[in-house]
C-alpha cells in the first residue's frame, strides 16, 4: 500500500505518458496449433495412462509416471483453454462474427470439453475436444482466406488436424 502511495505521489509530480494495448500479443500474431497440440498431447498422455491401468498394480515408478502424465494432461488441458481464449477475445471481432455467429457457442464447448477431458481419462473425451479444437482451427483459417486441409500428425496419437494450406 506505501509503494502505491509513493508511486502515486511520483506520478503526480511528473505524471508518465500512459501506454495502452488492445490485445495480449503482439497483433496479428495468432495462431490455433498451439491448442491442437495441446489436445494431441492430451490424448496422447489418456494412451499412455490406459497403458498403466493393465498393470493389477503400480510400482513406485509407475505411480510416479501416472502422477506425471495426469499433470501433463492437465496443464495442456489449461492452455488449450487460454489458447482459444486468448484467439476467440482478441482476434474474433464482429465482422468474424458475422460471417461465422457459432463461434461463440463452439467456443463454450471448447472451454466444457477441455474442462471434461481434464477431470477425466477418458480417450473420447479428448477425441470429442480435437474435433471441436479442428473446427475452431478451420473457421479461423476461413476468416484470415487462408484454405486449410486435414491431415494425420506424422506423430502419436496420429490423429487428424486441421491445417493451414500456406502454399494456395
Not at 457457442?105 to 477431470?119: G, R
Amino acid at each position: 500500500m506505501m509503494m502505491y502511495k509513493i508511486l502515486a505521489l511520483l506520478d503526480s509530480k511528473n505524471p508518465f505518458e500512459q501506454a495502452s494495448a488492445h490485445c495480449d500479443i503482439p497483433c496479428k500474431i495468432y495462431d490455433p496449433i498451439s491448442a491442437q497440440l495441446a489436445v494431441l498431447t492430451m490424448i496422447r498422455m489418456v494412451d499412455l495412462l490406459t497403458e498403466l491401468k493393465t498393470n493389477d498394480s503400480l510400482s513406485f515408478e509407475q505411480q510416479a509416471t501416472f502422477n506425471r502424465l495426469v499433470g501433463e494432461k492437465e496443464a495442456h488441458g489449461k492452455q488449450i483453454k487460454a489458447d482459444i481464449s486468448v484467439i476467440w477475445g482478441d482476434y474474433i471481432k464482429q465482422p468474424q462474427l458475422d460471417n461465422h455467429p457459432e463461434l461463440h457457442q463452439l467456443t463454450h464447448e471448447i472451454m466444457l470439453a477441455a474442462s471434461f477431458a481434464k477431470q477425466h481419462i477418458d480417450r473420447a473425451a479428448t477425441l470429442t475436444l480435437l474435433d471441436k479444437v479442428n473446427q475452431f482451427a478451420e473457421i479461423f483459417w476461413q476468416t484470415k482466406g487462408v484454405a486449410t486441409y486435414r491431415a494425420v500428425s506424422p506423430y502419436p496419437p496420429a490423429e487428424i488436424l486441421v491445417y493451414p494450406d500456406l502454399k494456395a
